[in-house]
């Protein structure tokens, strides 16, 4: 039987590649220094594993969450957590909604905005959801290149103004998966005003709005004046609280856009399990004494890294958010495949090609801090030892 035409329009979810490549490796007994996908590797902490036991145990978690939006205190606790963290008012009734995860409320606004023929602006390189969802919906994906010269934030100016008209809807992710940059708030204000002007609605994906470092946390895009009459910002508790196998975390933004977003999962899933929405609840009262210790870990294991290559001959900056590293391809190699391929082959490292990420993507290779060895540093050293052994003239 052959599959949908749309199924076929799109490539083959790049990590889940990786995923069967490790496989592969660890059953032919090799060795592998894992620097590929970026899922957390710290245990979601006991608070927030003893409330969801507790909160199981209530028969009533059992049963659909008929409210539709979520919990009535899970999105008060969104609401406090939004205050306390950005400054930020939001109304926890029609302006906040409970999700699966960010990576399904980020597929389902487009569903409920984007017709065929419809134009989407998409960060490149970026995550591919982005624009996936906008192929699967039969809209036209026009690339934003973000470039180094530019502190990876696009350039709107190069936009041009029959595109900017056109576009109903624009995706933006900081701080940003995979190059690990941050955007100023002074962005955001120009990234609104755009908006306004040219009548699109941002979608904000903000699963990393936590992972900040150096003692610059990360804005959010609601900080701005106005911004809710063109923006919704998704949020997830997966990289804040370790949580990615739970599959939790909140929209938030102008109403008519919640509203949208609540339109079709309520024709798409029953929403979250009621108990893990109350172990969210746990999760955000405790933010504050959790977060910089999680940050604290991933920026040693940054500077481990950064510092290593740096002193095989790049010449790396510190990332400012995320647990990425953006790291160039160096001369000699074709592409960033051929140098990922080369780092796995040779020297037993895996990473993911930049390519995977969107044609503005190549030239560089993603390393990510997340490690499941149990010596982190450990393994960032013996990373950085075999590049050295293999690959002795990299730079030269």
């Known amino acids: 039987m052959e599959v949908a035409q749309r199924l076929q329009r799109i490539p083959p979810y790049p990590f889940r590649e990786i995923a069967m490549l490790k496989a592969q490796m660890l059953a032919e007994g090799k060795e592998i220094l894992d620097f590929g996908i970026g899922d957390p590797d710290m245990p979601t902490p006991d608070f927030v594993i003893e409330a969801l036991y507790e909160a199981a145990q209530d028969p009533i978690t059992h049963q659909y969450d008929e409210s539709g939006y979520g919990l009535p205190e899970y ?3 969104c609401a406090d957590f939004a205050a306390r963290r950005f400054g930020i008012d939001v109304n926890p009734d029609g302006e ?4 699966i995860g960010a990576k399904e409320a980020l597929a389902h606004i487009v569903w409920a905005y984007i017709d065929p023929s419809d134009v989407v602006l998409v960060p490149d390189p970026a995550y591919a959801v982005f624009k996936v969802q906008t192929t699967w919906c039969g809209g036209a994906a026009f690339p934003m290149p973000l470039r180094a010269e530019n502190d990876f934030l696009p350039d709107f100016s190069q936009i041009p103004a029959s595109v900017a008209k056109a576009a109903k809807l ?3 992710n900081y701080p ?8 100023p708030l002074a962005f955001y204000e120009e990234a609104v005003q755009f908006a306004r ?3 699109i609605l941002i979608v904000q994906d903000a699963a990393y709005a936590e992972v900040s470092f150096d003692g610059a946390p990360a804005h959010s895009i609601l900080e701005v004046d106005g911004a809710k009459d063109v923006a919704i910002e998704m949020h997830s508790f997966s990289k804040t609280f370790n949580m990615t196998g739970w599959r939790l975390g909140w929209a938030m933004g102008g109403a008519e856009f919640i509203d949208a977003l609540s339109t079709v999962k309520s024709n798409v899933d029953s929403g979250t399990f009621m108990a893990i929405q109350r172990a969210g609840i746990a999760a955000l009262a405790r933010y504050e004494e959790w977060v910089p210790q999680m940050c604290a870990e991933y920026q040693r294991r940054r500077d481990a890294l950064v510092d290593g290559l740096n002193s095989l001959g790049w010449n790396l900056d510190r990332p400012q958010g995320t647990f990425y590293v953006w790291v160039p391809v160096p001369p000699g190699f074709s592409s960033s495949a051929e140098f990922t391929h080369a780092l796995l082959n040779d020297c037993g490292i895996l990473t993911t090609p930049g390519s995977a990420y ?5 030239g560089y290779t993603r390393f990510s801090l997340t490690i499941p060895a149990e010596d982190k540093l450990g393994q960032i050293q013996q990373a ?3 590049i050295r052994e ?6 030269k």
């Open 170 to 172: 624009m995706f933006l």
């Open 75 to 77: 999105k008060q606790a």
């Open 96 to 99: 906040i909604q409970s999700c």
């Open 197 to 199: 002007d040219n009548e």
């Open 358 to 362: 969107g044609t503005t993507g190549e």
């Open 176 to 183: 940003n998966n995979p190059t690990g940059a941050v955007a």
């Open 384 to 386: 950085v030892a075999n």
């Open 390 to 395: 293999q690959m002795p003239n990299l730079w």
